[in-house]
């Protein structure tokens, strides 16, 4: 079932870090041209060396691994760097309360502290200061877990955090977790995945030991129970940019061909990630957020994984329920479930696709997510003019070319608004669909958008579909409010620079 990534080895209890995803997986950060020239590149390995004559930002790794860790319920975050790296974890706490309490989970602070490492610690060190934070967080919140997240800064003067953690564990009740997301160790933001699975895999999934009863035959009993229950078990591995919404969607549709579902990693209990190797089958729905993470467990636990499909869409809904369901031979059950759900949405749909047909729509965002959401309004009879990626790597190529649409325009950089935004001026789509910090531009260019993701409408499964669809319609119904932010306020961006062409600024690295 993992076949994208079953010729990659991990060995995670013999690094303190992961390895970078240029070494690990060849992922691309720059390109602008068609997906067929794309995939080409990828495969021959021309992608992977292209770089920009001009970069405008880009995004951090230590802001997606807190993202992560930060989410488990009952632990305190510590972050070790200079003040700047906490400047958007306010947001970070409001996110987290909001999906705590859509799943309906207690209400919970976001603890989070810091130990503000200034000029002298640069020359000095800053251990003595990251050893009385967590300490103090012990004594203070006595949590479950305590989580280290190094920043670029100790990572660079080489602050030795790991050390840090042997000296202090058997001092403390809570787990202490290292989380190595220095940013300048990869281009790749998404690598911050990486660092956070990697710190978990290592310090906080340990299986439970099973307890002996003293009645003859009991444990026996438990133990048939339980290996039936595991039999019948999918993990979801949830993502931070899917809501409550999704995950209720996507348990709903196991449920209904007889498997018991089960969401994490993401704002689960250290009790809970305990027993994340208790299922038959992991089931991914971001190969970018989860092939390390899945790798592992396979390695550990001999979990197979589903890796290649995100259910987004008619079609990859179709493809994820029946790939889940031939693993557990279920097919019969998996054809009546999508026979039923095709026919009551297609009704649905009917008078949308009459509002959208021949409309332009772009989308940007992560590399799966965008290909996916894509396809599904190239379905719906939307001429689709390119779509934008954060990256991309090995885990898009059969994708890019499932898109049938070899000539698509199709950029690759994170954090690059002015390019993106020389393609939209050029491209002029009726609709954007992007990720939520390039939403603010694209209105001043007057364009109708709105999010890729978000927390409180549903993406995903068949009843995503059906929203994403009226999200579309809605949008287009009522543009007066990107008319009047683009007739009244301007970008800082010269028309120079909207008369270039965008491959213009890609150029291939060069290695000294």
């Excluded at 994403?468 to 949008?475: D, I, M, N, P, S």
Aim: glycine fraction near 8%; proline fraction near 4%.
């Amino acid at each position: 079932m993992g076949s994208y990534a079953d010729s990659l080895s991990y060995h995670y209890l013999g690094a303190d870090a992961p390895p970078t995803r240029e070494e690990r997986i060849g992922a691309c950060h720059a390109f602008c041209g068609s997906c067929g020239k794309l995939s080409g590149d990828i495969k021959s390995g021309c992608a992977q060396l292209q770089n920009r004559k001009f970069s405008q930002s880009g995004g951090c790794q230590l802001t997606l691994a807190v993202g992560i860790v930060s989410s488990f319920t009952n632990v305190v975050m510590i972050v070790h760097s200079p003040l700047g790296c906490c400047s958007n974890f306010v947001g970070n706490s409001g996110l987290r309360k909001t999906m705590r309490v859509s799943k309906g989970k207690p209400n919970e602070e976001f603890v989070w502290l810091h130990t503000n490492m200034d000029e002298l610690d640069v020359v000095q060190g800053g251990i003595d200061k990251l050893r009385k934070a967590v300490l103090y967080a012990e004594k203070e919140y006595h949590p479950d877990a305590i989580i280290i997240a190094n920043g670029c800064v100790p990572g660079i003067i080489g602050d030795d955090i790991d050390s840090l953690v042997g000296e202090l564990r058997n001092q403390i009740a809570a787990k202490i977790v290292p989380v190595h997301c220095e940013g300048f160790k990869s281009k790749y933001v998404a690598s911050g995945y990486d660092s956070a699975y990697h710190g978990v895999l290592k310090y906080l999934i340990e299986p439970p030991e099973k307890e002996n009863s003293a009645v003859p035959g009991a444990n026996e009993e438990r133990e048939l129970k339980d290996k039936y229950r595991i039999s019948r078990t999918v993990n979801i591995f949830n993502v931070g940019s899917n809501s409550n919404g999704d995950e209720v969607e996507l348990a709903r549709l196991l449920s209904a061909i007889g498997l018991i579902p089960k969401v994490l990693p993401l704002h689960a209990s250290v009790e809970e990630l305990a027993h994340i190797g208790e299922a038959a089958l992991n089931v991914s729905i971001c190969a970018t957020h989860d092939d390390y993470l899945l790798g592992h467990l396979k390695e550990r636990f001999g979990t197979d994984y589903l890796i290649d499909t995100l259910p987004i869409g008619i079609r990859n809904t179709n493809q994820w329920i029946r790939k889940i369901a031939a693993y557990f031979h279920l097919e019969e059950e998996a054809e009546k479930l999508i026979a039923f759900e095709n026919s009551e949405l297609d009704k649905a749909l009917e008078p949308l696709k009459t509002v959208l047909a021949g409309k332009k729509v772009f989308v940007g965002g992560g590399e799966t997510r965008i290909l996916t959401t894509a396809e599904f309004f190239y379905s719906l009879g939307m001429e689709l003019v390119g779509v934008k990626a954060h990256n991309v790597d090995r885990f898009v190529e059969d994708m890019l070319e499932d898109m049938k649409a070899p000539e698509l325009l199709i950029e690759v950089g994170a954090g690059q608004p002015a390019e993106e935004l020389n393609l939209l001026r050029k491209l002029k789509p009726d609709l954007y669909i992007g990720h939520l910090n390039a939403n603010g531009w694209v209105s001043k260019l007057g364009i109708p958008n709105f999010p890729l993701f978000g927390q409180s409408l549903n993406y995903m499964g068949y009843s995503g579909a059906f929203e994403l669809a009226r999200k579309a319609v809605k949008v287009l119904k009522n543009t007066n409010f990107v008319k009047n932010v683009s007739a009244n306020i301007s970008l800082p961006l010269s028309e120079s620079w909207y008369g270039k062409d965008p491959r213009e600024n890609i150029k291939e690295a060069v290695n000294y």
